[in-house]
């Protein structure tokens, strides 16, 4: 299968990857692209709550602010939420958001959801608690944006599916940060490949291939429980390993293009240059899915010190190859490439939930980022078990990597005593057998 990976340096930033513009040039083309846009005087008043403020949550924050800027809304963030005091208390600074309506605890995202006036919830923490603040938001009546991905086993994809479609029972905008759908140049290719330009597709492969782990930020804290949340992209109940926390954007760009989720899948991975350090995850994947067309998807992610990286994906079809990002090579033909301009994605997701709110057009990513964020779940779960593993299989799965107050209530965990796994060994961690793992709880 021809590919066209892009070729980058080992210290490749995940925002790097498609930031395409400053976001003073995403304001200035966002606005000659939706001159329909009524003004703000005109228009509901959009009051903004971030439950998560972290390094995403803050950046949320930033690329709201410019998206209503962009189409003139009457936009601004009222309240805040972290389980930290210390993070909610800086995002207080960097919002302008007073303190009395800046909250912290297992609870914060209740306290904010529940401010008057509140219609817009920017949802960031780490994945693990996704389901059970989307559930919140979507029972309080709140549009949502939320970050990928929205869940990290089965358990959690359950409570998606069913939010989503409370969502949209109740005609609630969703945005998923799921960036490139909302990005004009995998827009454009996309849209070409799906009418036909390369034929009828046979293969796909998808890489998030780093130049080395990420974000190993020790073991602080005085109990394990928040040991564990500040190093949370480390733990399976909480990141749900870089195969979701990553991967999921080229994972999500395969199953747009097919239109579909796969069935099953067979895998392989490892902890190698983690090993020494706390925490479950893995820094390797390899995963072969198949779809239900026949046609299979090669995916590769790895977050292992090497000299080439790229994060990028590739389209085989019967008539000719594509990278969806912005390039079709028929057989026998000319080259297309995508010449546009692109508004930042991660400012357009805004700008298109905005304008869903503003005009009242349909607009619920709810389900297609659940089900890219299940195809990870499926193939971490290929690798884990050694095992192929089917999508329904690993959907009705009742076992959870986190308590069961995660998704219950998860407003009344305490920090308190709490679980810590070993690394799943390859071939030797199988959620489908019982028991699947022996945690040891430590204080």
């Known amino acids: 299968m021809q590919d066209y990976p892009n070729q980058t340096s080992s210290a490749f930033s995940r925002r790097q990857f498609i930031k395409s513009s400053t976001l003073i040039a995403a304001s200035a083309a966002a606005a000659a692209s939706f001159p329909s846009v009524l003004r703000g005087q005109d228009k509901q008043p959009i009051r903004a709550v971030i439950i998560g403020l972290g390094g995403r949550g803050s950046g949320a924050g930033r690329d709201f602010t410019d998206a209503a800027k962009a189409v003139g809304a009457d936009a601004k963030i009222v309240a805040l939420a972290d389980i930290f005091p210390e993070a909610a208390k800086k995002g207080a600074e960097n919002f302008g958001v007073p303190e009395d309506k800046c909250f912290s605890g297992f609870d914060a995202y209740q306290k904010a959801l529940a401010v008057p006036g509140v219609n817009y919830a920017i949802l960031a923490t780490p994945p693990g608690f996704r389901a059970s603040h ?142 020494g350090k706390s925490g479950e995850i893995w820094d ?35 008539k000719g190859t594509a990278n969806p990002s ?84 998860c407003s009344k965990m305490e920090w308190g005593p709490f679980r810590t796994l070993q690394p799943p060994m390859p071939g030797s961690h199988n959620i489908f057998k019982d028991p699947p793992m022996l945690p040891v709880v430590k204080a």
Not at 374 to 401: H, N, P
């Open 134 to 275: 989307f559930k919140a938001a979507i029972e309080a009546g709140k549009n949502v944006f939320m970050e990928k991905p929205v869940a990290v086993d089965g358990s959690g994809c359950r409570v998606m599916y069913a939010t989503a479609e409370q969502a949209k029972a109740k005609n609630l905008k969703v945005a998923a940060g799921t960036q490139r759908r909302h990005q004009a140049g995998y827009q454009e290719t996309i849209k070409r490949i799906k009418d036909g330009a390369i034929g009828d597709i046979l293969a796909l492969r998808a890489y998030w291939v780093n130049g080395g782990p990420i974000w190993h930020r020790g073991d602080q804290g005085s109990t394990e429980l928040e040991r564990q949340i500040r190093n949370w992209y480390h733990y399976i109940w909480l990141c749900g390993d870089h195969i979701c926390e990553q991967h999921v954007h080229n994972l999500d760009v395969c199953n747009w293009i097919m239109g579909d989720h796969p069935t099953k899948c067979w895998g392989m991975g490892a902890r190698q240059q983690l090993n």
């Open 326 to 409: 912005g390039h079709i090579q028929p057989k026998g033909g000319s080259v297309w490439r995508y010449k546009g301009e692109d508004v930042g994605p991660y400012v357009q997701e805004h700008i298109d939930l905005i304008n869903a709110i503003l005009n009242d057009t349909p607009l619920n990513e709810a389900k297609q980022v659940t089900d890219s964020t299940l195809t990870a779940i499926m193939g971490r779960e290929a690798a884990y078990s050694g095992a192929g593993v089917d999508w329904e299989t690993v959907l009705e799965s009742k076992f959870a990597y986190g308590p069961e107050l995660l998704y219950e209530n």
């Open 284 to 318: 390797n994947f390899a995963v072969e899915y198949e779809y239900p067309s026949g046609a299979r998807m090669y995916s590769y992610c790895g977050q292992v010190k090497r000299e080439w990286a790229s994060v990028s994906e590739g389209v085989q079809g019967t």
